[in-house]
């Protein structure tokens, strides 16, 4: 037997049920990344990373920031951050997958309840499996799912804290969640809120400070904040009181036991947000592409409005779903295909996200590519 064999086994299932994922340049109209504000290759952060140069900050931190690898501009960016997302303290990590994982790995204790949206990121999935408090899911934006699930759990025995989970804007599905009455709900429960506005900051609330805005300075609210989606550079921020920060830099495996993020990065990060919140004009003329795009789509497609710059077009079957993707690609437009296990069997589909890459004559061009693709290739 071959000493792949297993592997490739695995694969050739995965190839069956037109599953097989593999990397992919990117060419074409960008209706695939989470650039969304058109900022990762813009002039504004091009002059930034100069000058951060010119300034002499390494690219390297050289170690963990428990160890030599903190960096003033670490610390820079954690305050300039928490002021302008109304928190007491911030954190700065190397990707939000990290930054879920340290927070559900660490904070909720053991004996403690995590109730989580359906429809949550698989790293706070990871997260929660490293950690010792029980987990349990609640029906997609469902408030009273949430309610009934602590409910359920107090009746049963359980004495511990509640740590409610969400996203404030679900990457797959574009819809957002109800966070003033989940943050309600908290209050009544004395549970804490961890809201990830991994696809809503930069683009929603006032200065782009996302969906969590009005709720974020409470002693019991979570934010997390990446930097690599409408920020245009990489990395993300834990928001959150000053205790529970401290509580990271000594708990959180993944921020001791890792090499430090760059300060550069730190800089440029720091230099986004002030270009984001000092110019509302980005997410506007976003918000304004996107309601274009919904519109079109809707209208033409029958595709449901989402109200958000990503819109999800289900097509159900994998190979269907990767044909038309592929059809697209060809006429000049990047458009990728979702499949299970990142979305429910049943529902693969195109991710349109909609970003300031792009102008309106190219949405309404790829809506046209778009009606002919579903109208040619059969079911």
């Known amino acids: ?54 300034q002499g900050i390494p690219a390297g931190s050289g170690g963990s920031r428990l160890l030599r690898g903190n960096h003033a501009e670490h610390e820079a960016l954690e305050y300039a951050a928490a002021r302008h997302y109304g928190t007491e303290a911030a954190l700065f990590l190397s990707t939000g997958f990290a930054a879920n994982a340290a927070l559900f790995a660490t904070l909720p204790q053991r004996g403690d309840l995590v109730v989580h949206d359906a429809l949550i990121h698989a790293s706070a999935h990871d997260g929660m499996k490293l950690g010792r408090a029980e987990r349990v899911a609640a029906a997609h934006n469902d408030v009273t799912a949430f309610d009934d699930a602590i409910a359920a759990w107090r009746r049963a025995g359980g004495t511990g804290r509640v740590w409610i989970a969400v996203e404030s804007l679900y990457s797959m599905d ?112 976003l918000r304004a592409l996107a309601d274009h795009a919904g519109g079109e789509l809707h209208n ?54 909609i970003t300031l890459n792009i102008g309106q004559s190219d949405v309404d061009a790829l809506v046209d590519a778009l009606e002919d693709a579903v109208e040619n290739i059969p079911a």
Do not use: W
Request: glycine share 10%; net charge positive.
């Open 1 to 54: 037997m071959s000493l792949f064999h297993a592997f490739q086994s695995q694969l050739d299932a995965l190839a069956a049920e037109n599953r097989l994922r593999s990397l992919a340049p990117r060419q074409g109209l960008d209706f695939a990344s989470n650039d969304y504000l058109g900022l990762a290759q813009s002039p504004a952060l091009r002059d930034a990373l100069v000058e951060g140069i010119a």
């Open 300 to 353: 033409r497609l029958g595709v449901p409005r989402t109200g958000t710059q990503v819109i999800p077009v289900v097509i159900g079957d994998n190979g269907r779903t990767m044909a038309i993707a592929a059809r697209l690609q060809q006429a000049g437009f990047d458009v990728r295909g979702i499949r299970p296990p990142t979305v429910a069997p049943g529902t693969a589909r195109l991710r349109l996200s």
């Open 174 to 285: 574009g819809d957002t969640a109800p966070v003033t009455e989940l943050a309600a709900l908290a209050q009544r429960h004395e549970a804490f809120l961890i809201v990830d506005e991994a696809h809503a900051t930069g683009v929603f609330g006032e200065q782009g400070r996302g969906l969590s805005a009005t709720v974020a300075g409470l002693p019991n609210v979570i934010t997390l904040h990446t930097c690599g989606k409408a920020l245009g550079c990489e990395g993300a921020l834990l928001c959150a009181p000053r205790v529970l920060i401290d509580f990271l830099v000594n708990r959180a495996r993944p921020f001791i036991f890792s090499t430090a993020p760059s300060p550069l990065m730190a800089y440029m990060v720091r230099r986004a947000i002030g270009l984001v919140s000092s110019d509302p004009a980005r997410a506007t003329a």
